[in-house]
């Protein structure tokens, strides 16, 4: 899937890169249709920006218990965006 290395990611695809986005491992081919797509997308940018802080407050929770809510917290996005939010 490298015919188009620009090829702007949809917003379900921006939702599965976004955990790796805030967990600074996004890849170098993919972080520039990522930056774009926050650009272009104020609902996407919005979500990415309250998700890094909800992380933020997650982290500071024992491990067990973080790892869930994070894990809760991208489904429920998931569920956001495919119910055309
Ligand atoms: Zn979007």
Redesign the pocket.
Known sequence: MTDHPHHPLS?RQ?TEHSSAFLEGTLGDEIWGSFKD?LER?P??AEYVRQMGMTVELVRRLPGDRGTCARAELVDRFRKWRSGGG
């Open positions: 917003c921006l797509h997308c609902p996407c």
